[in-house]
């Protein structure tokens, strides 16, 4: 039933065949992809190769061949929507989004491509009456962080490796018992491991001679996910 992997997210997949989502997702893994939106990806390229598609002389035209610009476009962003769908209907999102919408304070960092995820996140955030710190003078981010805030929680951005300022910026808050939440690729064990709660989004290409997407448009994506979510949480009461 390939319509099942084509049309259903993992939950409901799992629903449809009688186990546990982690199960699908781990089953995707085992297969040799990253997880199910890889999986499902890779069912539907299949599904699409296998309607002999063939140019005006009746030969049939390679993959590479009828593959457009447009069409890796839209393979990426069908991508970063399923993967966007399986965040969403996670734990950790709900923890994330629970955690956000009852802080007193937030403190937002960025490194790298995540610096523009970072300043989303803290407009986001200034938009649902949230007290936010977010600055990029590395020095006044450390001496933030080491103020005694109740009901603090810091929010780190990164897809590459956590260096030392990050580290010291988590060190500082847990020092003072914030929540840490991380954001960052799919695949990373680093920043995971020191933060409470950890988000992570497909920032990657499998089209390694065309720089798309922007890392930071992804993360971008994720980011806009969670204000979403407080904002209707806002309107819950």
């Given at each position: ?40 990806l890779a069912v539907n390229e299949s599904l699409a190769r296998g309607l002999g598609l063939q ?5 049939a035209v390679s993959a590479d061949e009828q593959e457009s610009i447009t069409d890796i476009i ?151 996910l969670l204000v979403l979510a407080l904002q209707k949480a806002a309107k819950k009461g």
């Amino acid at each position: 039933n390939t319509h099942l992997l084509r049309d259903y997210s993992s939950q409901q997949l799992a629903n449809a065949v009688g186990v546990s989502q982690s199960s699908v997702v781990k089953f995707s893994q085992k297969m040799g992809y990253r997880g199910y939106p890889d999986l499902k990806l890779a069912v539907n390229e299949s599904l699409a190769r296998g309607l002999g598609l063939q140019n005006q002389m009746g030969q049939a035209v390679s993959a590479d061949e009828q593959e457009s610009i447009t069409d890796i476009i839209r393979q990426e962003a069908l991508k970063t929507i399923d993967y966007l769908a399986e965040v969403e209907a996670s734990d950790s999102f709900v923890q994330a989004v629970t955690v956000l919408a009852h802080a007193a304070c937030v403190q937002v960092q960025g490194s790298g491509e995540g610096c523009y995820p970072a300043t989303r996140l803290a407009q986001g955030l200034c938009e649902v009456q949230k007290q936010v710190q977010h600055v990029n003078d590395q020095r006044l981010a450390l001496l933030l962080a080491d103020q005694a805030v109740d009901n603090k929680v810091l929010v780190v951005i990164s897809i590459d490796d956590s260096d030392n300022h990050l580290q010291e910026l988590i060190r500082l808050n847990r020092a003072h018992r914030s929540k840490i939440i991380g954001i960052c690729k799919y695949g990373d064990t680093r920043l995971p491991s020191l933060c409470d709660i950890t988000l992570q989004m497909l920032v990657d290409c499998q089209h390694p001679d065309v720089m798309l997407p922007p890392q930071a448009i992804n993360l971008s994506y994720l980011v806009d996910l969670l204000v979403l979510a407080l904002q209707k949480a806002a309107k819950k009461g």
